[in-house]
């Protein structure tokens, strides 16, 4: 893929994605711009699949949707409302810890800093780059196993990890495209480009795609 095809790309891709379910936290983030609640369902979204997180995180914030009104809740509170997302009970305590955080150190507001977010319990570089992303306009890049997959399919990057992914896309993906990269991505990985066996035969990006890595296909 040439570099400067990347505008192709993600312009057909975006046409496409209207016709696919999208990941749940950034259908979450559409409803409702909200960086607190991207960061507790992204949160709750780790090893869960996106219909449990979507009920789990309905529950919680119908009982409190701001830092201060979740501790207010205790953790049997938290743990009755996301059951049955993964590591319920870590993540109650994680979202008590993170609530707790922002309250005492960030006047209630979630920061705008990968270096700040980094210090929230549960809360990992691809979290991070999901809240910045899309609760703050695109000043991060998510990089998730399809992100660093297609990237590398496509012949964008050339990368072995995750890190190294991101690393790339900060240094030549264009900043207007930040905000919306993961979610294109990931939606095109679920329905299309998956990770064995694509489905190359019907692709709409196919003619862009070197194909990198791609030994069986549909």
């Not at 711009?33 to 780790?46: A, K």
Request: proline fraction near 5%; aromatic fraction near 8%.
């Amino acid at each position: 893929m040439l570099d400067r095809d990347i505008d192709k790309v993600i312009r057909i891709l975006k046409k496409e994605t209207a016709h696919w379910d999208l990941p749940i936290v950034t259908s979450l983030a559409e409803q409702k711009n909200d960086p607190f609640r991207i960061l507790i369902s992204t949160v709750l979204s780790s090893r869960t699949t996106d219909e449990v997180t979507a009920e789990a995180s309905r529950r919680l914030f119908s009982l409190a949707f701001t830092p201060e009104e979740m501790l207010r809740l205790s953790e049997d509170d938290i743990i009755r409302a996301i059951y049955p997302v993964g590591f319920y009970r870590t993540k109650s305590k994680a979202i008590l810890d993170i609530c707790r955080n922002l309250v005492d150190r960030f006047h209630s507001q979630v920061p705008d800093t990968m270096e700040e977010l980094l210090t929230l319990r549960g809360v990992g570089r691809k979290t991070a780059n999901l809240v910045l992303a899309l609760g703050f306009g695109g000043k991060g890049i998510c990089v998730d196993t399809h992100v660093h997959r297609i990237s590398n399919r496509l012949g964008y990057v050339r990368t072995k990890t995750p890190r190294e992914t991101e690393d790339a896309l900060r240094a030549k993906l264009p900043g207007k495209y930040w905000a919306v990269y993961n979610t294109i991505m990931v939606a095109h990985g679920r329905h299309i480009c998956r990770p064995v066996s694509p489905f190359c035969s019907k692709c709409p990006v196919f003619q862009y795609c070197d194909r990198a890595g791609v030994t069986t296909s549909r």
